[in-house]
C-alpha cells in the first residue's frame, strides 16, 4: 500500500485545516492508520491514530482541537485540524502498518509505511 498526505499550507493562528491521507494500492480499511508529525529540529511525534474499528487516539497536545477519522469507501483518512497554534507547525506524515498491534500505535518505530508528509505552517 502507497499513502499521499494532502491539504497542507499556511493558516493563522485559532484557523483550521484539514489533511488526507489516500491510500493507493491496497484497500486500508483492515489497518489501523496514524498522523505523525516532524516539526524543525525535532523528532518525528505521534499526533493521533484511528483503529479499523474506529477507536481513536490522540497525543494529549492535540486532544480536544484535531479529530482523526476515515472513509474506508474512497480509502482515505482525514485529520481534522482546529484551534491551531504557532506549535502545530510541523510536517505531517500519515503511516500505518499490516502488522501493527494496539499497544504500538503510538510509536513511530513500528510503522513501515508512510506518505510523503504535508507541511503545515501556523502564523502567530
Known amino acids: 500500500v502507497q499513502l499521499q498526505a494532502s491539504g497542507g499550507g499556511l493558516v493563522q493562528t485559532g484557523g483550521s485545516l484539514r489533511l488526507s491521507c489516500t491510500a493507493s494500492g491496497r484497500t486500508i480499511n483492515m489497518y489501523h492508520m496514524a498522523w505523525f508529525r516532524q516539526a524543525p529540529g525535532k523528532e518525528r511525534e505521534f499526533v493521533t491514530a484511528i483503529t479499523r474499528s474506529r477507536n481513536t487516539y490522540y497525543a494529549d497536545t492535540v486532544k480536544g482541537r484535531f479529530t482523526i477519522s476515515r472513509d474506508n469507501a474512497k480509502n482515505t483518512v482525514y485529520l481534522q485540524m482546529n484551534s491551531l497554534k504557532p506549535e502545530d507547525t510541523a510536517v505531517y506524515y500519515c503511516?500505518?502498518?499490516?502488522?501493527?498491534?494496539?499497544?504500538?500505535?503510538?510509536?513511530?518505530?513500528?510503522?513501515?509505511?508512510w506518505g510523503q508528509g504535508t507541511l503545515v505552517t501556523v502564523s502567530s
Open positions: 503511516a500505518t502498518s499490516p502488522g501493527l498491534i494496539l499497544s504500538s500505535l503510538r510509536l513511530k518505530d513500528q510503522y513501515d509505511i
